[in-house]
Each structure stands twice: as structure tokens, then as C-alpha cells.
């Protein structure tokens, strides 16, 4: 029986990575699967975890008031030393571009334990654009021998860097398996539908059930880049602060980070702007309803790009770039950056222009079928006993 120990730390690692586990689960006879998590978030984290019914094995709860990223590179690299050294796995299974899957798999190097990487391949090629994201995981990619690049683009991208064919296979984004069982669950109970809207409305929504009777667009926004604190997030508020202004059908919905770097802005540019809604962060079920009943997305988040698209949702994306360029391409996105005049443009276009619309929201996404996570767990069979 081979041993997996899989790690993650965030609440969007847990979101993508929560399928995974899920599929391995499937195969208790051939493999022994251990779930670290090293809890980077804390709250949000436990959230997604209580979704999908996942109790991990071992919890390193590092998380800390104030940390920065040296606190959170040396207490996972110090953490995994004892965890890898005490499960002994023959994987190592990491994802994406967070500090946890980058000290992790230098963790599992210094053991000698191979990595396997989930959502491998993705590239600005701007070490300081996203940050530290960007340079997190191509030293993971270095790290790597087993790749599960999410589309072709991602795929080309660790070939040109020398990364090996025979031990990658292409996937789609694990995120749609998880997007999937949320809307199914949501679909299938009027009682569950009816439980969420509560959760929205006692967020800060309150208006949420009168949305459909009195004909009003929904417009969701997510913001929490680093590089976005400062002038970013004060360009960003002006620009939602004057599309509610011209829009007072509109209702702009914004649960607000926990970084104080984004909430002070928010806060003082924001409050008190009858038709913006700044909410507290929602559990993963009661965000997808919400990204359900939206008509558009404003984001700077990386699988709000891959999500949304699948429902539908044309996706206004606060970046200079991106290192999701299939979207860009499809058309389901677009950039706008930090620039207040351009997210107005963006966004009113969008609202009033419906041919604008509809081709965005009919784009097709290329971001996968929601079989991702098979994918892996049979590629890694295959790998390990062969």
C-alpha cells in the first residue's frame, strides 16, 4: 500500500484539493492517505474543511496574529520536517502557489520523498506580479517530479522548462470538481437555499431575497492582493464607490478580507453607500450561491477566474496580468488592473451593453469538466505501480 500525505494550508488550497482527497478516499485498499493541514488560515480553512467532511490527520495550526512570510516559511519547513519524517510517504502531494506548498515541498526534498504537484505550470513570469505567488510555485515546479498542469498553456510552460512529458498529465482545475458539488448540493434543497440566503443576509446582504423581485443586477467583488495594498485598494473602492453611485439599480456585494490592509480602505471609501453591501468572508457554500445569483465579478482572486466562468459569469479581473492567459483568451476575463476609470468603463459596458455580455458569459471556459481529480488519482496509480 503506498502512502500519500497530502498538505495545505489555505482556504483555496483546501477548496481545490478537498475533491482530491475525496477521490483518493475512494481507494483504501491500494493507498494509505494522510491530510496535513498547517491551517495558514485558520477560520476560512475550517470552514471548507466542514464542507466536505475532511478531518485531517495532523494539524500544525500555525497560524499567528501578524505573521508574515518568513514566520510562515520557517514554521512550515520546520513542521514538515517532523511530519514527513514521522508519516514516511512515498508522495507528497502540494498545491498551487501558496508559502505552505513551496516550504512543504523543500521539506519533502530534503527527505528525498518525490512531490507531486497539483496546479503545476501556471506562469506570469513577473516574479513580483501575483506576489509571493509567482515565485512560490515555480520553486515548487523545481522541486516537482510528478505535474498535473490545469490546461495546455500550463503544460507548455514546464516543458519550455525542461520538466519532464511522461510525468504530467493535463487535468482541468480541480476548483470545477469542488464548484460542481457545491451547486449540485445547492440545486437538489430548497432547505439548504433557504439556509444560505440566511447565512447572506446575516453577513451584511440584507437585501438578498428581494434581488429577483425587484429585478436588480448583482455584482460581486473579492480583493485581497498584496500588491494591490495602498493606492490599489483606494483606486479600487473610488471605482465601486462611483458604479454604485451611477447605478442605483445595481447592488454591489463585497465580503471584505480580514487583512486590515484591505479593510481600512474599504471601510473608509465604502460604508455608508445605500446600494454597497461590505459583508463579513462567507464559507465557501454561501460565496458560490452568491456567485450563482450574480450577474458580473470584480476579482484580483485567481479561482474566482476559474469558477466563475462556469457559471456563467463574465469576470472583471483586477490585475496588470494574469497567470491564468486561457481565460484571457477564451474571453471569459478581463483585465482592467487598478485603474479606476477602466473597472468603471469595464463594468458599466457590461451592464448596459448585453451583446458585450453575452459573449463573455457564453465563452466557453477552459478550465475543465470537473474531472480533475480523477485524473490524478489515476495518473498517480499508474506512477507508483508501474
Known amino acids: 500500500m503506498k502512502k500519500i500525505l497530502i498538505v495545505f494550508g489555505t482556504r483555496p488550497e483546501a477548496i481545490k484539493m478537498a475533491p482530491v482527497v475525496k477521490e483518493f478516499q475512494k481507494y483504501p485498499e491500494i493507498f494509505n492517505v494522510t491530510v496535513c ?14 464542507l466536505f467532511e475532511i478531518e485531517p490527520e495532523i494539524d500544525l495550526d500555525l497560524m499567528k496574529v501578524n ?7 520557517v514554521n512550515v519547513l520546520t513542521g514538515l520536517k517532523i511530519v514527513i519524517h514521522r508519516v514516511q510517504p512515498d508522495l507528497v502531494l502540494v498545491h498551487g502557489d501558496t508559502t505552505t506548498s513551496m516550504a512543504t515541498s523543500l521539506a519533502a526534498f530534503y527527505h528525498r520523498i518525490p512531490v507531486g504537484h497539483v496546479e503545476a505550470g501556471l506562469r506570469t ?10 515565485i512560490n510555485r515555480q520553486l515548487t515546479d523545481r522541486i516537482t517530479t510528478y505535474f498535473f498542469p490545469p490546461t495546455l498553456t500550463s503544460k507548455e510552460n514546464l516543458l519550455a522548462e525542461g520538466c519532464l512529458e511522461e510525468n504530467m498529465v493535463i487535468t482541468g482545475n480541480t476548483v470545477i470538481d469542488a464548484l460542481h458539488y457545491v451547486v449540485e448540493r445547492v440545486k ?3 432547505h439548504l437555499r433557504t439556509n444560505l440566503s440566511q447565512v447572506i443576509m446575516t453577513s451584511g446582504y440584507t437585501e438578498f431575497e428581494k434581488l429577483t423581485s425587484k429585478n436588480r443586477k448583482l455584482i460581486l467583488v473579492t480583493g485581497h492582493r498584496r500588491e494591490n495594498f495602498g493606492e490599489g485598494f483606494i483606486n479600487i473602492c473610488g471605482a465601486l464607490k462611483e458604479i454604485a453611485i451611477r447605478n442605483d439599480s445595481v447592488d454591489i456585494v463585497y465580503p471584505v478580507h480580514l487583512n486590515p490592509n484591505v479593510r481600512k480602505p474599504v471601510n473608509e471609501i465604502l460604508s455608508g453607500v445605500p446600494n454597497i453591501f461590505l459583508t ?16 458580473l465579478l470584480i476579482t484580483d482572486s485567481g479561482g474566482v477566474q476559474e469558477e466563475a466562468p462556469s457559471l456563467g459569469k463574465p469576470v472583471l ?6 497567470e491564468r ?6 474571453g471569459t476575463v478581463k483585465l482592467v488592473g487598478t485603474d479606476k476609470d477602466l473597472i468603471v468603463f469595464e463594468t458599466e459596458n457590461l451592464l448596459r451593453n448585453e451583446s458585450v455580455y453575452l459573449k463573455m458569459s457564453k465563452a466557453h471556459n477552459p478550465y475543465g469538466d470537473g474531472k480533475a481529480s480523477q485524473r490524478i488519482v489515476n495518473f498517480i496509480k499508474q506512477k507508483l505501480y508501474e
Do not use: C, G
Open 37 to 50: 493541514v498547517t491551517a495558514q488560515h485558520r477560520q476560512m480553512l475550517d470552514q471548507v474543511l466542514n
Open 188 to 190: 437538489s434543497s430548497e
Open 280 to 295: 463579513e468572508p462567507l464559507d465557501y457554500e454561501p460565496f458560490v450561491y452568491l456567485m450563482h445569483e450574480s450577474y
Open 125 to 134: 513570469y513577473n516574479k513580483y506580479a501575483p506576489w509571493p505567488e509567482e
Open 67 to 73: 505573521q508574515d512570510l518568513f514566520d510562515i516559511t
Open 317 to 322: 479581473v483586477m490585475r496588470e496580468t494574469t
Open 325 to 330: 492567459p486561457e481565460a484571457l483568451a477564451a
